[in-house]
């Protein structure tokens, strides 16, 4: 009998216990819970104005590894939007400013500064340090998120880690999961969970296909 058991859970990280699950299945949710789990993370960034010592690209590839809380129940996934358009629209891409303003001492500027179209597609914390500037210099971008998924890029990454160890007991392994923070750690394996289901279903429907052909 087939089961899944919590075996300790906190903020970021999570523990469950699989249960008489074929290998296979158990390690298709671990790779579905690291990067096929679908999050927000900024993708394009519009320089307005950069005076910093980061070039533009830098200053972009920083801006779209800060891990963003997301909400998967009120955005879609670009491809799976009515909106069918290159350009996005407000249920499946959210914008944000970073404007640094003017300064004539030398600071950081962390996330705190990252303000979000939408209060629920946010940086997961206002202390990350995104560029430091001198004084009269100066950062202004306007950047758009979008949900994606690990596979295409390691920014969409939902957990840092996840692991699959196997227990002493036979047909028993743990399942640890650790959040990067875009999600908690139960949505991420519930999330895994439905995915590995869709797609098994998928594959059986592909099977039967090839039966009746």
């Known amino acids: 009998m087939s089961s899944l058991e919590i075996v300790s ?3 970021r990280k999570m523990s ?5 699950i074929p290998l296979q299945y158990s390690n298709a949710l671990r790779r579905l819970c690291l990067n096929g789990v679908p999050i927000f993370a900024i993708d394009t960034v519009d320089i307005i104005e950069n005076t910093s010592v980061l070039p533009d690209e830098g200053l972009a590839h920083r801006l779209g590894l800060v891990p963003l809380r997301t909400d ?3 955005f879609n996934e670009p491809s799976k939007c009515e909106c ?6 407000s249920n499946c891409k959210v914008m944000l400013v970073l404007d640094s303003g003017d300064s004539d001492v030398s600071k950081t500027v962390f996330t705190d ?3 979000s179209e939408d209060d629920s597609v946010k940086s997961i914390s206002d202390k990350i340090p995104i560029v430091q500037l001198a004084p009269g210099q100066k950062v202004k971008v306007e950047c758009y998120a979008r949900l994606g ?15 699959l160890v196997e227990t002493e007991k036979e047909d028993e392994r743990i399942l640890t999961v650790e959040s990067t923070g875009a999600l908690n750690p139960e949505e991420i394996i519930l999330a895994g969970v439905e995915e590995l289901g869709i797609r098994l279903g998928d594959f059986k429907n592909m099977i039967e296909q090839l039966k009746e052909e």
């Open 113 to 115: 500064e990252l303000t």
């Open 16 to 20: 469950i216990k699989l249960k008489g």
């Open 9 to 11: 859970k906190d903020e």
């Open 72 to 74: 998967l129940t009120r």
């Open 149 to 163: 998924r690990g596979r295409e890029h390691a920014k969409w990454n939902s957990s840092n880690i996840a692991t």
């Open 84 to 89: 069918q358009s290159e350009v996005g629209c």
